[in-house]
């Protein structure tokens, strides 16, 4: 049974533009800018939990002594 031409243009259409809105959240998605953006979001909420900035701090300050004990023996 043969469809009608304009049905099946249609169809073509409708699929061309569920195609486009597909990668147009792809290329969202996997956007660099975003991709940064959200990386740095994370690493600032983890960053300002108290337990995580003042390890970090106790950490830095050791190395500090560290260093600091090598160039004066």
Excluded: C, H, W
């Excluded at 043969?2 to 049905?7: E, L, Q, S």
């Excluded at 486009?20 to 909420?45: F, I, T, Y």
Aim: without cysteine; hydrophobic residues 40%; glycine residues 6%.
């Amino acid at each position: 049974m043969a469809r009608d031409p304009d049905t099946i243009q249609r169809e073509i259409e409708k699929a061309r533009d569920a195609l486009a809105d597909s990668l147009d959240v792809l290329s969202e998605r996997a956007n660099p800018k975003r991709l940064v953006d959200s990386g740095r979001q994370s690493v600032q909420s983890k960053l300002a939990d108290p337990r995580i900035k003042y390890g970090l701090i106790a950490v830095g300050a050791l190395v500090g002594l560290a260093i600091l004990r090598k160039m004066f023996r």
